[in-house]
């Protein structure tokens, strides 16, 4: 047996690393993201609504101060 050992190594510079990271996000995430931004614009709309709707039933459920007094001070 030999003692002699054999290593094959490579190595890859960030070019490289940013190649391979585009062609991921390419063929990964690319629609997926569009999907996901509709999806939160469309919430956000609703959000909005819903809230317009909640400071309406508000202020018609907010108590009316009278324009004038029913009776005098108390004393």
């Known amino acids: 047996m030999s003692d002699a050992r ?9 070019g490289t690393f940013v190649i391979i990271a585009f062609i ?7 629609r997926d993201a569009k999907r996901l931004r509709k999806s939160v614009d469309e919430l956000s709309a609703k959000v909005d609504r819903l809230e ?24």
Request: charged letters at 15%; zero cysteines; hydrophobic letters at 40%.
């Open 6 to 14: 054999t290593s094959s190594t490579s190595q890859l510079g960030w």
């Open 24 to 30: 991921v996000m390419a063929f990964s995430g690319g």
């Open 52 to 75: 317009r709707k909640i400071d309406g039933l508000a202020k018609a459920a907010a108590p009316q101060a009278p324009a004038v007094p029913a009776e005098g001070p108390q004393r």
